[in-house]
Nanobody
Framework: QVQLVESGGGLVQAGGSLRLSCAASVRIFSSYTMGWFRQAPGKERELVATIRWHSGSTYYADPVKGRFTISRDNAKNTVYLQMNSLRSEDTAVYYC????????????????WGQGTQVTVSS
């Protein structure tokens, strides 16, 4: 059983930055993909970014391209999401996720979820 624990959320002004962390309780299998989803009030959970644990290859949703960066630290079993140039529309609960298949298929293929961390961007 993999437990994912997020940290780093909070309140920030528009244009500011935050870094989210997601620590896994066990070593992540090299075949897994890690990622971040977010869910704003009244909206569906959407994919933000993913990273293949073995290769480090990444994917970004269009709304965050050029502003967010996903990375991993294999030794610490930790995934990060660096968020720059934050906008009010980035306000959401951010969830760390792990899956054996591509997370591009959406929340239904996620095997493990973190508890979520709130990110609020004030304009």
């Amino acid at each position: 059983q993999v437990q994912l624990v997020e940290s780093g959320g909070g309140l920030v002004q528009a244009g500011g930055s935050l870094r989210l962390s997601c620590a896994a309780s066990v070593r992540i299998f090299s075949s897994y993909t890690m990622g971040w989803f977010r869910q704003a009030p009244g909206k569906e959970r959407e994919l933000v970014a993913t990273i293949r644990w073995h290769s480090g290859s990444t994917y970004y949703a269009d709304p965050v391209k050029g502003r967010f960066t996903i990375s991993r630290d294999n030794a610490k079993n930790t995934v990060y999401l660096q968020m720059n140039s934050l906008r009010s529309e980035d306000t959401a609960v951010y969830y760390c996720a792990a899956g054996r298949t591509s997370l591009l298929f959406g929340p239904r293929v996620v095997d493990y979820w973190g508890q979520g961390t709130q990110v609020t961007v004030s304009s």
